[in-house]
């Protein structure tokens, strides 16, 4: 039997680099590439943008959200029918969120944080998001290296101000307990990888391989 379509979503400022080390048992998955938001854009609108990269679809697909992509995920799925959304290290709830970010939203920290430091010193940056071997580490460098300021200052707006606490149909929440960025969330039926850090789709890619192809079809 043909699996429905499967889309991926990455982390914030992140692309297909993230996924690299899954195996996922699907003849075509595609990856959501992040555009350009419009100014003070929300994250509805800015899913209902992304759309168009999903193209004609014969049957409702399946989404997998990693951390940021599965906010935008969730946006997506409140738009078009959906198989199932699969959440890696997100947001199942705005609720969950801890109160520090919102207090930093309220700061507007967000503005004043020195990404172009982070860019040049990216060792804090790998402990905080749990890259643990040389290969982690280097893909989580570039891809802060690449990413733009502007699209991370955006987005921590945007997450700051969405409001979400109506969970998708056919959700599946996978997260690790050692995750410094997203606590687990306050959900029933979470799959818990026990040691999984926030960027587990690499450090533990094959337990999360297993559980996500449980799922996909």
Known sequence: MTPPPLFLLSGLGADERLFQFLQLQHPNPVVIQWIAP?????????????????????????????SFGGMVAQELARRIPVRRVILLSSLANTGDLPWYYRAGGFLRLQHLVPFQLAKRWTAPTAWLFGAQTPAEKKILAA?????????????????????HTAPVPNRVIIHGDRDKILPVPHQAGVHVVQGGEHLMVMSRAAEVSALLNRYLH
């Not at 509805?44 to 990269?53: E, S």
């Not at 891809?143 to 409001?163: G, K, M, N």
């Open 143 to 163: 891809i802060v290296r690449d990413t733009d300021p502007a699209f991370l200052r955006w987005a921590l707006t945007a997450i700051l101000r969405w409001r």
């Open 38 to 66: 419009l100014p003070n854009e929300s994250l509805g609108a800015y899913a209902g943008r992304l759309l168009a990269q999903l193209g004609p679809i014969a049957e409702p697909p399946v989404l997998v959200g990693l």
